[in-house]
């Protein structure tokens, strides 16, 4: 059994929606969780060893005024997923005081390079176990646990309409996302529960190594495809997710919504 470390505020009954970000200790998943919080939302992040980062996520969450927890979750391990679920329900009754939450956003994730012919099947396995079986199960596992009226949105990556050699492995599990976002907005939709998929073009974050944030030269090959004349970065992505939860997106439903400032156009 998986051990799950936590960190939570003090118990407060304010009647705020409480949102689900995997794999929020950085990158795209820190910025949502933050801008999530921002506009009124309780936030819950896994992490899966940065245990010190996603305590300082949970840190900045408290300074914003909101309720925050964080758990060690390895999201491509589906082992796990009951243990998980069973801290996460005592969570929500005893830091939150609620027995489901609202919002769950599928973030965590990791990037392989490798071109098809040099794809091993163990980069093979762990890109389906982290972007596609584990989203699956883990979202299948929350499913008791998401408010009716709730909302679930799952990262994709703009590779999936565009291709660039050495992603075949990595574009191939995003379309399954893509796929499998709609089969759920048409299952869950008797529930209320909207899903989306957002998907981010070239971005500067860890994402490989730091490769678009830190090579210059991949960098600026990437901005020469963007309309915009830049790759983004986290800042043009968590604040949409957050408004994508919001009532004022209500209606949006099982779609794909690329942020990428108008990549290959």
Not at 87 to 103: K, N, S, V, W
Not at 213 to 231: C, H, Q, S
Request: no cysteine.
């Amino acid at each position: 059994m998986t051990t799950m470390n936590t960190t939570t505020t003090n118990i407060t009954a304010n009647g705020a929606k409480i949102a689900i970000v995997t794999g929020a200790s950085r990158g795209l998943g820190r910025n949502t969780a933050l801008r999530i919080a921002a506009k009124g939302s309780d936030v819950i992040i896994t992490y899966r060893s940065k245990k010190e980062e996603a305590d300082a996520v949970v840190a900045e969450i408290r300074a914003l005024g909101r309720k925050a927890a964080a758990f060690q979750l390895d999201t491509g391990n589906v082992s796990s997923f009951p243990a998980f679920v069973g801290e996460l329900r005592a969570a929500l009754q005893h830091t939150f005081g609620r027995d489901t939450f609202d919002h769950l956003v599928n973030n965590a994730g990791h990037g392989e390079y490798a071109l098809l012919a040099d794809t091993t099947e163990a980069q093979f396995d762990g890109l389906v176990n982290v972007h596609f079986k584990g989203v699956f199960f883990l979202t299948q596992a929350l499913l008791p646990l998401i408010a009716d009226g709730g909302r679930i949105v799952n990262l994709s990556s703009g590779l999936t309409r565009i291709s660039a050699a050495g992603f075949s492995a990595y574009s191939a599990v995003k379309g399954a996302i893509e796929i499998l976002s709609v089969y759920m907005a048409k299952e869950l939709g008797a529930r209320g529960i909207a899903v989306n998929t957002v998907a981010p073009g070239a971005i500067e974050t860890d994402f490989l190594g730091g490769a678009v944030r830190d090579t210059p030269e991949m960098n600026k090959t990437f901005a020469d495809m963007i309309a915009l004349g830049r790759v983004g970065v986290p800042d043009d992505i968590g604040p949409m997710i957050a408004s994508l939860l919001t009532e004022d997106n209500r209606w949006i439903n099982a779609q794909r919504i690329e942020v990428s400032g108008g990549q290959v156009i």
